[in-house]
T-cell receptor, first 113, second 114 residues
Framework: ETGVTQSPTHLIKTRGQQVTLRCSSQSGHNTVSWYQQALGQGPQFIFQYYREEENGRGNFPPRFSGLQFPNYSSELNVNALELDDSALYLC????????????FGPGTRLTVL | GENVEQHPSTLSVQEGDSAVIKCTYSDSASNYFPWYKQELGKRPQLIIDIRSNVGEKKDQRIAVTLNKTAKHFSLHITETQPEDSAVYFCAASKSNGGYNKLIFGAGTRLAVHP
């Protein structure tokens, strides 16, 4: 068991709504990365947070935003949901200086109707 | 742009046979190459990783090889077992001691038949 947890497990929203997903990093880890995994595809990097700041972003629009808290947990917020946002959202935690190995949480399955 | 290609997309073997999955990356600055196993409905699980200063790494029945000149790396599973059945993802990143963006391949669905 890696220790990374995510909530909720599943979520159903309608187009135009907003959603917040949560991630608790593994004990001792200070970096959280978020990925979107569409059905049948590999995870796509959304962004990464370190020391409560976004320190890297993939090819996702600004309506995808995030936060990292002093305890290193993190939130992913998505505004103005679109049908194509339906996916498994994964967070991964790692420790800077430890080799950057990323350990994934179980994911949140988001369905947009 | 950054890209990782993975082949084959599906692989079917008999129990006890070997399985090989190959990946090619585009960014020559990539220096970290993990492999993840994802069972249906579960999280990606790190099974082995390799860094650019090493050509090969083994862990029991699993091995990874890296050819930096050709920009490709491979996963080798020997003596396959039914519980090895899953989707396997390769990834590449250019770790710089802080920012570490993993670029994933599209995945290989491995089926091991008893």
């Amino acid at each position: 068991e890696t220790g990374v947890t995510q909530s909720p497990t599943h979520l159903i929203k309608t187009r135009g709504q907003q959603v917040t997903l949560r991630c608790s990093s593994q004990s001792g880890h200070n970096t959280v990365s978020w990925y979107q995994q569409a059905l049948g595809q590999g995870p796509q990097f959304i962004f990464q947070y370190y020391r409560e700041e976004e320190n890297g972003r993939g090819n996702f629009p600004p309506r995808f935003s995030g936060l990292q808290f002093p305890n290193y947990s993190s939130e992913l917020n998505v505004n103005a949901l679109e049908l194509d946002d339906s996916a498994l959202y994964l967070c991964a935690s790692s420790l800077v200086g430890s080799g950057d190995t990323q350990y994934f949480g179980p994911g949140t399955r988001l369905t947009v109707l | 742009g950054e890209n990782v290609e993975q082949h084959p997309s599906t692989l079917s073997v008999q129990e006890g046979d070997s399985a090989v999955i190959k990946c090619t990356y585009s960014d020559s600055a990539s220096n970290y190459f993990p492999w993840y196993k994802q069972e249906l409905g579960k999280r990606p699980q790190l099974i082995i990783d390799i860094r650019s200063n090493v050509g090969e790494k083994k862990d029991q029945r699993i091995a990874v090889t890296l050819n930096k000149t050709a920009k490709h790396f491979s996963l080798h599973i020997t003596e396959t077992q039914p519980e090895d059945s899953a989707v396997y993802f390769c990834a590449a990143s250019k770790s710089n001691g802080g920012y570490n963006k993993l670029i994933f391949g599209a995945g290989t669905r491995l089926a091991v038949h008893p």
